[in-house]
């Protein structure tokens, strides 16, 4: 059970990377990327073929982080500059790098990084994520407190507020397009190392695991703010895989249950707060409907003594 739950902590802060970068697009940008699912497997293609090569795999993981920038250029670009809905965008570029993927992997639908060196080889993971997924964190938070990060969440909170003061809404949503995925791409370099082999499917569903992650650390953890907002990612994202490695270990669920479990997850992560705000409510309203009523049965009686 510990070494489940230890293990899952451990790929909660693989997958985080990517749930901050789904946390960009659908969050801050309300932009419903689904480019996620391809880039996640760019950046694990890009760092297995370099490191089965004798890359560096820190250059390795670098130069995925990149890849991952390059395929959310080309989305945002469709998006602004092609005049495609942002859904469909996201859609046609996923397909698009499949065949890509294809290609850095010379037509194999896997590799495999057995005999050499990764990230993980000469430092502990224990050590290494949690010290990295901080970086990033800071990092992020304090480009989202600068100028162009405050464009960048004002173009997802109403792009023609931010039109009229004379920013460019292209240029922000290009940047944040492109960092998402460049976020996505990198887990995904990680995860190839972490896993030793990087597979052509690696990254299909990863949009549905990030959305998990967001939404569970947001009713859970709530997010006042961006800064706590983006903690709130992170910790979700550990939730959701200590979650699915606790659902596992029921003895009527298989491996092959993975998926549906998700599905699950996500439902009840997105009812939850719902439910609880109707619930609230409910109860303030009948606060409410009890405090009138006393207020009548007290005017009443007034009324009665001031008859007497």
């Not at 009840?268 to 009948?286: D, E, M, N, V």
Request: charged share 10%; hydrophobic share 55%.
């Amino acid at each position: 059970m510990l070494n489940s739950i230890l293990g899952a902590v451990e790929l909660g802060l693989l997958y985080a990377l990517m749930a901050l970068g789904v946390y960009i697009t659908f969050r801050i940008l309300d932009f419903p990327d689904l480019t996620v699912d391809g880039s996640f497997t760019t950046g694990g293609a890009i760092a297995a073929v370099m490191i089965s090569h004798g890359a560096n795999p820190w250059l390795a993981s670098f130069v995925a982080f990149l890849g991952g920038l390059a395929a959310g250029i080309c989305t945002g670009l469709l998006h602004t500059k092609g005049k495609i809905n942002g859904l469909l965008s996201g859609i046609l570029m996923m397909i698009a790098l499949y065949s890509i993927n294809m290609r850095i992997m010379s037509g194999k639908p896997n590799i495999a990084m057995l005999g050499v060196d990764t990230v993980f080889t000469s430092i502990n993971p224990w050590l290494f994520l949690p010290v990295l997924t901080i970086i990033i964190l800071l990092l992020m938070n304090w480009f989202l407190h600068t100028d162009l990060g405050l464009a960048l969440r004002a173009t997802g909170d109403n792009d023609r507020m931010i039109r009229s003061f004379g920013a460019n809404t292209d240029t922000t949503k290009i940047i944040g397009v492109s960092l998402s995925n460049g976020l996505v791409a990198l887990s995904g370099a990680l995860i190839a190392q972490h896993s030793g082999f990087a597979d052509i499917s690696m990254g299909i569903g990863m949009i549905v695991i990030g959305l998990a992650s967001v939404i569970i650390g947001e009713a859970i953890f709530g997010a006042r703010n961006v800064i706590h907002a983006t903690i709130a990612v992170v910790l979700g994202s550990i939730v959701y895989r200590i979650v699915v490695a606790l659902a596992l270990r029921v003895e009527w669920l298989d491996a092959s249950d993975l998926k549906i479990i998700t599905a699950v997850i996500v439902i009840a992560a997105l009812i939850f707060p719902t439910a609880s705000r109707a619930i609230k409510q409910k109860k303030q309203a009948q606060k409410r409907t009890a405090e009138l009523s006393g207020l009548r049965d007290v005017s009443n009686s007034r009324t009665l003594g001031g008859d007497l």
